[in-house]
């Protein structure tokens, strides 16, 4: 398994969850991460990513709210997220497109309650 994600549960609206994707070393080191979610009936949908020098972007719907990282030791990244909505339900899906390849971990799923 090349990207595992994981971390998703059920949380109630204003609760925090934390999303890891562990990756193999020769995928993880040079690329960068990018999650999305992809809520029912709903298009897959870009939340944020992290290059190789740890430069971040986020979907404006997530700004201030998630948080991505990485850790190089641990070839893993990570999805803070905080303030979860109801909105925010979808499973989601880390992702990483080095020159050799279109990687995908199988989703986690993220459910909040109101």
């Known amino acids: 398994v090349q990207l595992q994600a994981s971390g998703g549960g059920l949380v109630q609206a204003g609760g925090s969850l934390r999303l890891s994707c562990a990756a193999s070393a020769s995928l993880f080191r040079g690329s960068a991460i990018t999650w999305y979610r992809q809520a029912p009936g709903k298009q897959r949908e870009f939340i944020a990513t992290?290059?190789?020098?740890?430069?971040?972007n986020y979907a404006d719907s997530v700004k201030d709210r998630f948080t991505i990282s990485r850790d190089y030791a641990k070839n893993t990244a990570y999805l803070q997220m905080n303030s979860l909505n109801p909105d925010d339900t979808a499973d989601y899906y880390c992702?990483?497109?080095?020159?050799?390849?279109?990687?995908w971990g199988q989703g986690t799923q993220v459910t909040v309650s109101s």
């Open positions: 992702n990483m497109r080095p020159p050799w390849g279109n990687f």
């Open positions: 992290i290059g190789a020098s740890a430069n971040t």
